[in-house]
């Protein structure tokens, strides 16, 4: 039995270093307004014989709008991994949001893999609130509906197998159907989790980042990731900066992590950022 094992990468392509510590939780601490950035990423796969882009990012111009500070194009970042966008056959789409969903047209021979959920929710009767609809795009949300139309969109409901040692998994939350995908490494399974957690410390504190559509999934889904995940260390928050302090960096390029090596953080590091924590 095949126990194909892959290679990944996280790229961080755009930085909001103004964010404060409170906005990013639930349930905040009222004496912490120090400075929390978030980092926006977009994370790729590599097989033997195969690659996966998980997510597309969004472009400079809706860095400008939003008020983002853009590092670079994450389609010109996944050149420095030897991967072109135009040869990417399957990229998977863990939500619909701006900054997950906004360059769908730089893979014009891709196939997006989304929750049916997912399309479901951002085309639905919760897109007439302004809140819930703030951080999604029209235009990304047109582009999807065209890959629909066009035969380039595989809809996906709950849980599934992408390839060998590639699984997607549903667990909703932060949007109806946000989707995490956990991935057989040398190092064990490890899990981009996506906006599942944020950051590390949504996920040690059980304080969700306050953007989401159900509570109560969102905190389920934090059991789900650590179930899926071969250890803390395993998990992959979607926005936190310290992803890039935590795991070794390609060479030549400090923003863009390799998440199929073990941590380089000291133990004292590793023991605050990936406590263990209960599931119940």
Not at 15 to 43: C, I, Q, Y
Request: charged share 20%; hydrophobic share 40%; proline share 6%.
């Amino acid at each position: 039995m095949s126990k194909r094992v892959y290679e990944v990468y996280a790229l961080r392509y755009a930085t909001h270093p103004s964010r404060r510590a409170f906005e990013n939780f639930m349930f905040p601490d009222p004496h912490d307004k120090g400075p929390m950035p978030l980092d926006f990423f977009v994370w790729a796969i590599k097989g033997p014989d195969c690659v996966f882009v998980i997510d597309t990012g969004f472009d400079e111009e809706t860095a400008v709008r939003r008020q983002r500070t853009y590092l670079q194009s994450p389609i010109e970042m996944l050149q420095h991994i030897d991967i072109d966008a135009q040869d990417v056959t399957d990229v998977v789409i863990t939500h619909m949001h701006y900054d997950h969903a906004g360059n769908m047209r730089a893979f014009p021979n891709a196939r997006f893999h989304i929750q049916q959920d997912e399309m479901a929710y951002c085309t639905g009767r919760c897109m007439g609130y302004e809140v819930l609809r703030r951080p999604f795009a029209a235009r990304d949300v047109q582009v999807a509906i065209n890959c629909l139309f066009e035969g380039r969109m595989v809809m996906h409901k709950g849980r599934s197998e992408l390839a060998d040692g590639i699984v997607l998994q549903q667990v909703g939350g932060h949007t109806k159907g946000l989707q995490v995908v956990a991935v057989r490494t040398a190092r064990g399974q490890v899990v981009l989790a996506s906006d599942a957690a944020h950051y590390w410390s949504n996920l040690r504190r059980r304080s969700p980042y306050p953007m989401m559509v159900d509570v109560d999934d969102m905190l389920d889904a934090y059991a789900t990731v650590e179930a899926l995940a071969d250890g803390p260390s395993h998990i992959i928050p979607g926005h936190d900066p310290k992803v890039l302090e935590v795991f070794p960096s390609l060479i030549g390029n400090h923003n863009i992590a390799l998440l199929h090596f073990s941590p380089i953080a000291s133990d004292g590091v590793n023991a605050k950022l990936f406590p263990v924590v209960g599931t119940g």
